[in-house]
């Protein structure tokens, strides 16, 4: 199955909820948060208390995106204030195994992200311990980048290794996504797509129906 996950990082902090229903009832199946804190990236965003606020605003899988120092501190936290999904990186936990069972033992899915620069055998070892795999095709702490062209060729690899070891683990890609690129990306192997200035700039609910356009004349070639 082919996701849309709209990064709130790209809405109207003013009108969140209206942006998230707006990309909802457009048919995105994901909210996908940015959880930042001015240490592993630059910037600050915004954290447990958003998150709960916005709990109660939707149905949509929340997909949280842990770009923080030694997420373990917060795993407990931030599953509590609704998180379906916790993506953690691979460079900011010490003990990257024990990180993702404890996000399992939390009841929540786990991931574990990448930087592009990151090559895949940091989590080579623990891809039988996650749903995802998130691949940073900018680096992390800032919306509005250029799409890193390489992180196209990180993909397919991780589709392949993923094939070869039988498992059919969701790889995300995050970062300069746009309806130019989003096919790429689909055909490398990528199946959640994390869009945010691609979305809420301008109409964000037909934002997401042009993305969903993408994605079922990629899935109706294959057939």
Do not use: W
């Not at 606020?53 to 929340?62: E, G, H, P, W």
């Not at 895949?120 to 039988?128: F, K, N, T, Y």
């Not at 995802?132 to 250029?146: D, E």
């Amino acid at each position: 199955m082919i996701v849309l996950a709209p990064s709130l990082l790209g809405a109207d902090f003013k009108h969140l909820e209206q942006d998230i229903k707006a990309v909802e009832q457009a048919g995105a199946m994901y909210l996908h948060l940015d959880v930042m804190d001015g240490a592993f990236v630059p910037s600050i965003s915004f954290g447990m208390p958003v998150i709960k606020a916005l709990r109660s605003c939707t149905d949509m899988v929340f997909d949280v995106h842990m770009m923080v120092e030694e997420p373990a501190r917060y795993v407990d936290a931030v599953r509590a204030c609704g998180a379906d999904l916790i993506c953690v990186h691979a460079e900011a936990c010490r003990h990257l195994d024990s990180t993702l069972r404890q996000i399992r033992a939390a009841g929540a899915k786990a991931g574990v992200a990448l930087n592009p620069a990151t090559p895949l055998s940091a989590v080579e070892l623990v891809l039988p311990m996650v749903d995802m795999v998130l691949v940073m095709s900018v680096n992390p702490g800032f919306g509005g980048q250029q799409f890193i062209p390489y992180t196209v060729d990180k993909v397919k690899a991780l589709r392949q290794k993923l094939d070869e070891l039988g498992l059919n683990t969701d790889i995300q890609v995050d970062g300069g996504v746009t309806l130019t690129n989003a096919e790429q990306l689909l055909e490398a192997g990528a199946n959640v797509i994390v869009a945010g200035t691609s979305v809420f700039k301008g109409d964000a609910g037909e934002n997401v129906r042009k993305f969903l356009d993408v994605f079922d004349r990629y899935e109706r070639g294959l057939e």
